[in-house]
């Protein structure tokens, strides 16, 4: 079996005349968390829109776990272990906290919420209609309906944005501690820098939709293409 | 984020199920009652239009129940009440089909059309959906309206119910008394039906996929199916409502098809609260009790409407229930 457990290979997308992803090649080891940063329009979003069944109309392929997946569903995917985040905050703001969660859990075989909900701090709120809790509140339900059932694989994009660095902090301390001990791989687009070199173990550079670079926080900290083309000296 | 302050989940298939019984409940002591409003003294004038309003009721419930549910505003659900009415009529003018079997063929058609109108027309949103719903019904209309060897075109068409219907004399389903009961029974049935349905778990997954269709997407669910069920069930109530009404007038006429019929029918939901399942219904029975208090003015009814729609729609933008859950909520957190 692969120790791969989600990749994706030569992975493009154009739109008209701008190619936002060039043969992109991905691979993220299971249980590994892989920050994926770069300057905006470099291609993330474009990225997770691809391996997580988004995107219509691009070349390559995905794997997770070792299997196929380039021409299923995002449902199909999810089924089998894939989920995802989004940027702007994308949760059901007219059903209650628990009720969401609960829906969650019936399309992946009935999973228990309970343990999310305490995980996340969701626990009171779970008879308030989502549209009615505070943003930073809505942020983490976010991630609590991608992590319910438990998914092999979860891609983040910028789980963090507008998030006060104090609750951006918070909120990676969480999701280190949640995705290490249920094993689950994780994949993270986010422009806060602290988030990414708290958490991830490896890093993934994009510049103008290609890579540009891969290796530990440390390794691309001191990589000079990279503070050239996004980090910059500050970092 | 610290899960030890966060106290406890409370139980909540209990709960449902508790909800669940309530709402039974209420819903029997509302069947009994509506074997009472024939004994109350009514004029046979008044049965006949409450009669009438149980009919605008239950095509209220069914363009409330597609906004609830899918979150669209539909202006071609007469289309579904003509199909049905049309459907049963003709079936039994031209002895087609005994009534048993026309009844069952007036709703399932419908049904199904809606369903499969459903599966493409639920992920048309907003504006585009409301045109595209008039121009399906207005479709109908215009077939109705010029197709004579159909059902006499514009004219309209009668017909004679045959003696019996499942056993029972078929002409007493054109006294106004025993029409009020069956139609309140119907609608009874159906708003406890179609309550149980928003509780269910195919209820809950379509709200689900009209609260956010992207995110209902990606956490597992397909969101053509759930939509187009909603679909299916409305058409089903609002075709109940059409052959009740064919059945009770022994017509059948092309305004069934109307789209304004729709439309009053959304402004009946307004006035009630298209945010429950209740509200619709109880927007035509008030719309129907002004009708009977203004009834000196009826040259002017559409203008008294559109003054109580812009009214309601100031003062309770979710309609009487919707103002009444909210008082009662308040109640209850003093």
Sequence with gaps: MTELAIEGVRLSRRFGGFTALDAVDIGVKRGEIRGLIGPNGAGKSTLIDVLSGRAVNWDGSVRLNGEDVSRLTPQERRKRGMARSFQRTNIFPDLTVEQQLRI??????????????????????????????????????????????????????????????????????????????????????????????????????????RSLSEGTCAEVRANPTVIAAYLGTEA | MNPTAQGTLAPSRPRTANKALVVLLIGAAALVAGFVLPWIGFAKITLSLLAQALFDALLATSVGFLFLQNGRVSFGQAAFFGLGGYAF???????????????????????????????????????????????????????????????????????????????????????????????????????????????????????????????????????????????????????IAGVLQAVYNGYIAPQMFHWSLSGFALIMSIIGGAKFVIGPAVGAVVLFYIKDVAGQFAEYWPAIVGGILVVVTLTMPQGIIGLAVKQWRRRQRR
């Excluded at chain 2, 595209?132 to 109908?140: C, D, E, I, M, Y």
């Excluded at chain 2, 025993?178 to 349905?197: P, Y």
């Excluded at chain 2, 209902?216 to 909603?230: D, E, K």
């Design chain 1, 104 to 209: 969650a859990s019936w399309a992946v075989e009935e999973a228990e919420i309970d343990e999310v909900m305490s995980e996340f701090g969701l626990v009171a709120l779970a008879g308030v209609p989502a549209g009615e809790i505070s943003y930073g509140d809505q942020r983490r339900l976010d991630l609590a309906l991608a992590l319910v059932g438990r998914p092999s694989v979860l891609l983040l994009d910028e789980p963090a944005a507008g998030l006060t660095m104090e609750e951006s902090l918070g909120l990676a301390r969480t999701l280190r501690d949640l995705v290490t001990r249920w094993n689950v791989t994780v994949l993270l687009v986010e422009h806060d820098m602290q988030v990414v070199f708290s958490i991830c173990d490896r890093i993934s550079v994009l510049h103008l939709g």
């Design chain 2, 89 to 239: 009529g003709i079936l039994v003018a031209r002895n087609l089909a005994g009534p048993e079997l026309a009844l069952l063929l007036a709703l399932a058609i419908p049904t199904l059309a809606a369903f499969l109108l459903g599966l493409v027309v639920a992920r048309v949103t907003g504006v585009a959906h409301a045109m595209l719903t008039l121009a399906v019904g207005q479709a109908f209309y215009e077939v109705a309206f010029r197709w004579r060897e159909l059902a006499m075109g514009d004219d309209g068409m009668s017909f004679t119910l045959p003696s019996k219907f499942f056993g029972f004399s078929a002409s007493r389903l054109q006294d106004p008394g025993v029409m009020v009961v069956l139609a309140w029974s119907i609608l009874v049935l159906v708003l406890v039906s179609l309550t149980l349905f928003t509780r269910s778990r195919t209820g809950q997954i379509a709200a689900a996929i009209r609260d956010n269709e992207e995110r209902a997407r990606f956490i597992g669910y397909s969101t053509t199916v759930p939509p187009a069920l909603v679909y299916a069930i409305a058409a089903f109530v609002a075709a």
